[in-house]
């Protein structure tokens, strides 16, 4: 049964108080527990060498800096690097979609590569091409929590050759893609409304974060 309004104030006041509740319903309950916000950093330390090779222990953080838990699904890193042999250069483009690479430095040696021309990986995991080959590994599979104010931390400990100078470590994680019908509807109302400036499809791309390190032995640390 709808209130029977007498005044236009009235009707006015009452829709004002409908999109308001709306409004908060949008940003706070469902924006918050879908797409909390997230601070994602890299560290990387060089813990020694042993038989030609740099030992690494790189850490992921992800921090959940909303008020809601975050969700994080799929965390993989991928690690390209350059040798003290190499001439830096920067990334060539050809393909018209990849002009958002113009002016990178180019990090021609990749790790996943490596270990399928060495047989760690099995051969049919490879692929020949190395554009469509998928060069990440994974960190964590399956889904993981973060409580509000926590800053987690993921650990991968992996080598590299002791010709290396540089490592550029790129590393993703997911949000959740299932929603419920009322989460659709109301992000796809408040889309058309202008109350968010995003749609799911913006949400289904990965959370990103890249970082570059030096990579060289501490002076007081020992093989």
């Not at 250069?89 to 050809?94: A, K, N, P, T």
Request: hydrophobic share 40%; charged share 20%.
């Amino acid at each position: 049964m709808w209130p029977d309004f007498r005044h236009l104030t009235d009707f006015l006041l009452f829709f004002g108080l409908l999109a308001s509740a709306f409004l908060a319903y949008t940003k706070f309950v469902i924006e918050r527990g879908i797409f909390p916000p997230a601070q994602f950093s890299i560290d990387c330390n060089v813990l020694g060498s042993q038989k030609e090779r740099f030992i690494l222990e790189i850490l992921l953080h992800v921090k959940n800096l909303g008020s809601s838990v975050l969700v994080v699904n799929n965390l993989c890193l991928e690690l390209r690097y350059l040798e003290k042999r190499d001439e830096p250069g920067f990334i060539s483009l050809r393909d018209p979609n990849k002009m958002h690479l113009l002016g990178r430095l180019n990090f021609p040696h990749c790790l996943k590569e490596d270990l399928c021309a060495t047989g760690v990986l099995d051969a049919k995991n490879c692929n020949a091409d190395k554009e469509a080959c998928d060069h990440s590994f994974c960190v964590l599979r399956h889904r993981t929590f973060v409580k509000p104010g926590v800053d987690q931390v993921y650990t991968f400990g992996t080598s590299v050759p002791d010709s290396v100078s540089y490592v550029r470590i790129y590393a993703t994680f997911e949000y959740p893609k299932e929603y419920s019908r009322l989460q659709r509807y109301s992000l796809a109302i408040s889309r058309r409304l202008g109350l968010i400036n995003y749609a799911l499809k913006n949400i289904v791309v990965p959370h990103t974060c890249e970082r570059i390190f030096k990579v060289e032995l501490a002076p007081n640390s020992s093989n």
